[in-house]
């Protein structure tokens, strides 16, 4: 019986050690097949966000272009007001002309001529 033993021993150690083998070499395997899944991944990645990147370029380009334009609309807004707020403090007469342009009061004997805003397609 103790030469069975042995040998029965032997098998499972045998057997232990293909096992452990076996486990590392899929142990090994599993690690390149998760390294080359994320390699594949951050290759496919960046190919597949360029077209929605240069279509987000292009959109950021047109709203730059559209707040400059309303940038300057509203500078070009508060420098005339500006400038009509000095003329109002500076020149008393200039108020005096504002008030009676809106109210289209007028002095008597004087003659106000009224013209028609201009537009292009008035020709």
Known sequence: ???EETD???EQ???????RA???????INRIALCLLIIVVCAILPVTALPSLA??????????????????VATDA???ADREYRAIQQD???LEIKARERLKWSK?????LVFPPYSPDDR
């Open 78 to 80: 508060k420098d005339s």
């Open 8 to 10: 029965q021993q032997m």
């Open 22 to 28: 076996r486990n590392a070499q899929m142990a090994m």
């Open 108 to 112: 008597p004997g004087e003659r106000i």
């Open 13 to 19: 150690y045998v057997r232990h050690q293909r096992l």
């Open 1 to 3: 019986m103790g030469q």
């Open 92 to 94: 008393p007469r200039y």
């Open 55 to 72: 279509e987000s370029d292009s959109l950021e380009d047109t709203y730059h272009g559209e707040w400059m334009d309303k940038l300057k």
